[in-house]
């Protein structure tokens, strides 16, 4: 059974920057996509990055370029996301979650199995 936990999330003042953590257990697939979603309260999920282990990519959504970035370290099998110039409006429950399908065009994954628990990211003016 897959397992996804997140960490680093927290408050900080806008123009920092935190980086999230997604570490995955009773992962053996080989095939598969990992992403970063977020929802504030009010709004709908929106998804923030992905990284597809298929062709090795890695996208962000237009609301984060140049801000976020998403990596993986396969020897831990985390997902990370770099966050940087924190706006109030990235606050929201950041969750990671994997799949063992293929891409939406969207920038998310499909047939996604997993979802962690969450981490509080909250940005302050």
């Known amino acids: 059974q897959v397992q996804l936990v997140e960490s680093g999330g927290g408050s900080v003042q806008a123009g920092g920057s935190l980086r999230l953590s997604c570490t995955a257990s009773g992962f053996t697939y080989i095939r598969y996509c990992m992403g970063w979603f977020r929802q504030s309260p009010g709004k709908e999920r929106e998804v923030v990055a992905r990284?597809?282990?298929?062709?090795?990519?890695?996208s962000v959504a237009d609301s984060v370029k140049g801000r976020f970035t998403v990596s993986k370290d396969n020897a831990k099998n985390t997902l990370y996301l770099q966050m940087n110039s924190l706006k109030p409006e990235d606050t929201a429950m950041y969750h990671c979650?994997?799949?063992?399908?293929?891409?939406?065009?969207?920038?998310?994954?499909?047939?996604?199995?997993?979802w962690g628990q969450g981490t509080q990211v909250t940005v302050s003016s």
């Open positions: 979650a994997a799949g063992t399908g293929g891409v939406t065009s969207g920038g998310g994954c499909t047939d996604i199995g997993s």
């Open positions: 990284f597809y282990r298929n062709t090795g990519s890695r």
